[in-house]
């Protein structure tokens, strides 16, 4: 759980670096790179460990497919919440496929 909940946090972290600038277009772009820098460092700080204590729980796919679940995930919320965009029919449906691309991984077969 652990490693569920850094990843979480880290992905918050980065998703604002990543993307939270969107909503300061007349920020110039320089200002806009090094405050998402300040924030990648956060993430990274939370990205690692979380990494590094969920491998031997997981395989690193595992990892890899939690993080890209998570990441989704918080980028709807934040599209959604923080952005003003609208959630769409089409990634509800992606995001079925993306679930069911975590079954696979997971399942021993």
Do not use: D
């Not at 880290?10 to 920020?27: C, D, P, Q, R």
């Not at 590094?52 to 997981?58: L, P």
């Amino acid at each position: 759980m652990q490693t569920i909940i850094l990843l979480v946090l880290s992905n918050i972290f980065m998703t604002f670096a990543w993307y939270g600038h969107l909503k300061y277009k007349e920020v110039s772009l320089w200002k806009v790179i090094l405050v998402s820098w300040g924030i990648a460092f956060f993430e990274y700080c939370l990205q690692v460990p979380a990494n590094r204590y969920g491998h031997g729980v997981f395989s690193a796919t595992q990892l890899k497919i939690i993080q890209e679940v998570i990441t989704l995930v918080v980028f709807v919320g934040f599209s959604i919440f923080y952005l003003k965009e609208e959630f769409r029919w089409n990634y509800l449906v992606g995001f079925v496929f993306l679930v069911l691309a975590v079954f696979f991984i997971f399942k021993k077969f």
